[in-house]
Nanobody
């Protein structure tokens, strides 16, 4: 059974940094692209970043460009989201996700709160 488990969230001050991790299991991780999404309170879930199976293609939503960095380690079945210069508007639950055979799979999410 496919599982995605996020970790690394927490409370951080504006300007701070965090690195989120997403451990994957139950599928051939190295064959599939991975994405990060986030959902702020009262808002719809939005796409944040994606990385192709071999890390050759990486994309970001404009508000995080230059501050967030997505990477993956196929030997560890893990995708990461490095975040720096965090802003209060980055506060959200962050989810990792993959799309396999016309189905999108989600982890349970990890909370990131940016506040002084």
């Amino acid at each position: 059974q496919l599982h995605l488990v996020e970790s690394g969230g927490g409370l951080v001050q504006p300007g701070g940094s965090l690195r989120l991790s997403c451990a994957a299991s139950g599928f051939t991780f190295s064959n599939y692209g991975m994405s990060w999404y986030r959902q702020a309170p009262g808002e719809e879930r939005e796409w944040v970043a994606e990385i192709s199976s071999g890390s050759g293609v990486i994309r970001y939503t404009d508000p995080v460009k230059g501050r967030f960095y997505i990477s993956r380690d196929n030997a560890k079945n893990t995708v990461y989201l490095g975040m720096k210069n965090l802003k209060p508007e980055d506060t959200a639950v962050y989810f990792c996700s993959t799309f396999i055979q016309r189905l999108r799979y989600w982890g349970q999410g990890t909370q990131v709160t940016v506040s002084s």
